[in-house]
C-alpha cells in the first residue's frame, strides 16, 4: 500500500481509504471482520458517518486498540448547531475514541443547506467549537455538487473536500482539482464506481488516482471487494487500451441519468427500495434474464406499480433524478429484455 499527504492537515494515509456505508448491511461480526482485513491490507484512511446505520460502531470495535496508527474521518449531516453537537459525542462513543481525525459536514448538496449550515446557529459552529475543544483536529466538507464543494474550500475553513468522481461523471470535479492543488486541501474521493453501477473496479480506480485525486474511498462489503480495492494502492495505474474501451463502454451503458445508489431519497412513501429498482436494469444486463427468476420479477414491478406519484422522495436526490419516471423506464426495459427472452410478461 502506497501512503500520501492528506493536504494541509499534514496526516499520512493510504492512497485507497475504507468507505464505510456498505459495512451497515453486514452482520456485525462480518461487517468488524472486513474492517480489520483492512487494517492487515495497510489501509489507515477510515471514514464513516452518524448516518450510515451502525457502520460507526462496527468499526469502533474493529478499530479498537488501532487508534494512533489511522485517520478517523466521520461526519454530520444534521443542520444546527446544537444537533451536530449531540450527534459528535454519539459519534465518538460508536467509534470509542476521544478524537476523530476529520470532522464533515455531510452531503451539503443545495445551496439551501449549505446557507444554513454556514449561518448563525449552524452546523459549522459546531465543529468550530469542537475542534477548539479537540474533540475533531481538521474539518472538511462533503458534497454531491461541485459548486458547494468549491464554495466551501474557497472560505478557507476546510482541510478537505469530498465530491463523488468517476470517470462517468469526471466534470464534477472540474476546477475543484487544480483548486484543491493550489489551497493544499485534501481531494477525498468519494463513489469512485459511481455508486457500484460501474464494475471495472480496478480501472476506476486506477482513473481517479491518475487524475491526482488525494485519496479514494470506496465503499467497501465484502472481502473480496476489499482485496481488489486494496491492491490498487500497491498496482501500477497505467490503464491498457483494453481498460480503456470496458470503462467507455460502461459510460455509454449508463446515460446520463443513473442512481448513485446513495439512498437519500429515502423513505418512500410506499417502501419502495428506489435504488434497488433502478439498480435492477443494471444487473438484469449483467446476469441475464436469470436475475428476474424466482419472484424477483413481479417483486419489482409490484414496486413500481405501487408508485403514487407523490414525489416526496424527489427532492431529496441530490441528483435531481425525476424518480417515478424512472421507476416506469426501468421496468418498461425490464419487460423489453425479458419478452426478446421468451418471457410472458
Ligand atoms: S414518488 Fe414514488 S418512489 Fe417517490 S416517495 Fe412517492 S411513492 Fe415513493
Ligand atoms: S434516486 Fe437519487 S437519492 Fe435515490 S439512491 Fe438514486 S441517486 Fe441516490
Known sequence: MRYTRLGRTGLTVSLIGFGGIPVRR???AEGVRVVRRALDLGITFYDTAR???DSEEKMGEALAGHRQQLVLASKSQRLTKEEVTAELEESLRALRTDYIDLYQLHNVSEAGRYETVMGPGGAFEALAEAKRAGKVRFL???SHKRELGLRGIETGLFDSVMLPFSHLE?????GVLPRCRELDVAFICMKPFSGGILTTAEQCLKWVLQQGVTVA????GSLAELEQDASVGDANWTLAPGDLAAMEAERAEAGKTFCRRCDYCRPCSNDIPISEVLHSTSLLRRQGPSY???GQYERVKGFVESCSQCRECEPRCPYGLAIPELLR???DEIQLTLRAAGWQV
Open 170 to 174: 469526471p466534470e464534477v470535479a472540474a
Open 292 to 294: 428476474m427468476g424466482n
Open 217 to 220: 474511498i470506496p465503499g467497501i
Open 329 to 331: 423506464e426501468r421496468l
Open 26 to 28: 453486514l452482520d456485525r
Open 51 to 53: 448516518r450510515y446505520g
Open 140 to 142: 472538511g466538507i462533503t
